[in-house]
């Protein structure tokens, strides 16, 4: 088995951990539709922020993929390629599935209402609330890392003769930073894309929905992905210390993010897809290599042990996936019960640490569940639809 890189199952836990946590937070918080988004409070927007975790999905994704095709042998790169192919078809069916029978509320402020699944509305409700346009085309998490993996398999098919050339690297830096570049351009084709969507023009909705729809369209987030392309060929090439690689690339997003987020105005709970919007993303890209640098550093340049913190959140990058599909209709039915007993409402400490009890409940059914190899979760059942050059099982069944 090869070495598995400690550093990336961490980081994807992390995120699938603070998302179980905050979305139970968000859709519990009694006054949510009440939310200042002109003077949102510190902790409101910490919570928005903390929310928009889906760049460093992609961008462990990419790294993770990008690692596993440098591994795989000359003649079976073929066949790996086939099967990161399989493997985001297979997520994006698990991805509209989620959405639609599992997932989380779209919140209308403007009307005080939450476009709900199907599953969640009825316990919410007591009925199945109709499917909406918005929640059938919306491009969730799931979609955009089912979407990137289809992405990349097409771009290693273009440059699997040249991605093992040191030069490799620089080139897929440039190439990240000019897609992110273009990526403003998600700005006028939104309009473009909702006024479509108002004069009922299906055919542009469609061609513009998966790059412009919100909320983690292939404008930027396939970005991400190719930075985390650009940061798995550093690891592997290793011709310069990785700091002095990173950081300055870190620095540069981070301080351009920065200045223009404070030039923009202030739009950030409105979810707008403005320049404020974009600066955000901006910023987190600076963040999230930096995450993923310090992670690195720490995770995989020597001999690592682990502790018993990093090996709970570990877990969640092994088999989060199960959690993060069932997690809404879980914290909606446990509410519905306590709700039975007693009537409750939670303000903003109530709304996090229910949602922190949720996520540690999870963890803590992970640590039982490990000893299973996760068996029947819906990573198991993937691993199993898609055998061929799966590195997954192998880390299903690690003990």
């Known amino acids: 088995m090869t070495k598995k890189i400690n550093s990336f199952d961490f980081l994807r836990g992390l995120g699938v951990f603070f998302v179980l946590m905050l979305h139970t937070a968000f859709y519990f918080y009694v006054d949510i539709y009440d939310v200042d988004m002109e003077n949102p409070s ?8 903390l929310l928009m975790f889906a760049g460093l999905f992609a961008m462990v994704s990419g790294a993770s993929y990008t690692i596993q095709f440098l591994r795989t042998d000359t003649n079976q790169q073929r066949g790996k390629l086939k099967h990161m192919a399989k493997s985001g078809l297979l997520l994006l069916v698990v991805a509209y599935l989620y959405f639609l029978i599992t997932g989380p509320g779209i919140i209308h402020f403007e009307t005080r209402s939450m476009d ?6 009825f316990i919410n409700q007591g009925s199945f609330q109709p499917l909406t346009l918005e929640r059938i085309f919306y491009v969730d998490s799931l979609v955009m890392l089912s979407l990137n993996i289809l992405l990349l398999t097409g771009l290693f098919r273009l440059i699997k003769k040249h991605i093992f050339n040191p030069k490799m690297s620089m080139y897929m830096l440039l190439g990240a930073t000019l897609f992110m570049a273009i990526s403003y351009i998600r700005i006028p084709l939104y309009n473009v894309y909702l006024e479509a969507l108002d004069d009922k023009n299906y055919i542009v909705m469609l061609l513009l ?16 992905a190719l930075f985390g392309v650009w940061f ?16 300055p690339v870190v620095a540069i997003y981070l301080v351009i993010g920065i200045f223009g987020y404070i030039l923009a105005p202030e739009t950030m709970l409105e979810r707008a897809i403005d320049p404020t919007w974009y ?5 987190q890209i600076g963040l999230f290599l930096g995450m ?25 990058g092994v088999a989060g996936l199960t959690p993060f599909f069932f997690e809404q209709i ?62 997954k099982k192998d880390k299903l069944e690690a003990k």
């Not at 709900?116 to 509305?121: A, G, I, N, T």
């Not at 290793?238 to 700091?243: D, E, R, V």
């Not at 600066?279 to 910023?283: A, G, H, N, Q």
């Open 279 to 283: 600066f955000i993303m901006v910023i």
């Open 42 to 49: 510190l902790i409101i927007t910490l919570i928005g922020f």
């Open 232 to 247: 798995a060929l550093l690891i592997h090439h290793q011709s310069k210390p990785l700091t002095k690689q990173v950081l």
């Open 116 to 121: 709900e699944s199907l599953l969640v509305s």
């Open 209 to 224: 929905n998966f790059f412009v729809a919100k909320n983690n369209p292939i404008l930027p987030f396939f970005a991400f």
């Open 330 to 391: 879980v914290s909606a039915l446990l509410f519905f019960i306590i709700n039975l007993l007693v009537t409750v409402e939670f303000g903003i400490p109530g709304a996090l640490l229910y949602g922190l009890m949720l996520a540690l409940s999870w963890g803590y059914f992970l640590v039982l569940w490990e000893k299973k190899s996760y068996r029947y979760g819906l990573e198991w059942a993937m691993t199993r639809l898609n055998p061929t050059l799966s590195s």
């Open 292 to 316: 993923m640098l310090m992670a690195y550093q720490l995770m995989d340049r020597k001999t690592y042990k682990g502790n018993v913190v990093s090996r709970f959140i570990s877990r969640f």
